[in-house]
């Protein structure tokens, strides 16, 4: 049984959570030091993590959401607003830059501000967080800056965005990813997901 204790969420801890998007990221790729950031911040055994309401047990899944950001956007800076190291808790807001096409969605170049929320616990007698709550409001922010409603819809929906990201991870440029594309993949995923093991 896995016992937690408050990990003192430090600003040193946020900032080194955010340090990957210290510049602006570009081309719509991860940044290089993402995965070595998130390895080095939680436990490498029993971690699991909350994203936008999405459970998982691997730091891949918060890079995954990153993915799916930078599809369309660039992330032209991180804030942390409110920082309590009791809760371990911040918050916080994302600028990002739309500056692909998204799911059909043509750049426009707008800025787009996003609030986030983020907690870590930590497992007794150690200093990395055993897990990590992700929450933002990346999809409201789309419906504000005009974004298509069947853009919305799609994100909506889990199978779909797990689609764009072995899309993106498989390296198909974002100008070729539209809703319809994804509504198909997730139809026929076997036929996909064998043809994506082949790039």
């Known amino acids: 049984m896995r016992h937690r204790a408050s990990l003192h969420l ?6 080194r959570f955010w340090s990957p998007f210290k510049q602006t990221t570009t081309a719509g790729h991860l940044p290089g030091d993402m995965q070595r950031v998130l ?6 055994r029993n971690f699991s993590c909350l994203v936008n309401g999405v459970l998982g047990h691997s730091p891949t899944l918060i890079e995954d959401f990153f993915v799916v ?6 992330v032209e800076g991180v ?25 059909g969605w043509a750049a426009t170049g707008q800025q787009i501000e996003v609030p986030y929320h ?7 007698n150690g200093a990395r967080a055993s897990h990590i709550t992700l929450r933002t409001g990346f999809v ?3 419906e504000q800056a005009g974004c298509p409603s069947n853009v919305i819809d799609c994100m909506a929906k889990p199978e779909a ?25 997730t ?4 036929k996909w997901r064998s043809a994506l093991d082949l790039l």
């Open 140 to 142: 409201p922010a789309l």
């Open 187 to 190: 139809k026929q995923q076997d």
């Open 69 to 74: 950001v930078l599809t369309g956007f660039d």
């Open 118 to 124: 983020l907690s870590m616990e930590g497992c007794v």
């Open 10 to 15: 430090s600003r040193p801890i946020v900032d």
């Open 39 to 44: 390895e080095e911040l939680t436990t490498p």
């Open 79 to 103: 804030k942390v607003d409110k920082l309590s190291e009791q809760r371990c808790t911040a918050e916080g807001r994302m600028t990002l830059q739309h500056q692909r096409t998204f799911l």
């Open 161 to 185: 965005t797990k689609m764009l990201v072995a899309l993106r991870r498989a390296k198909v440029r974002p100008e070729l990813i539209s809703v319809r594309a994804l509504q198909s993949a």
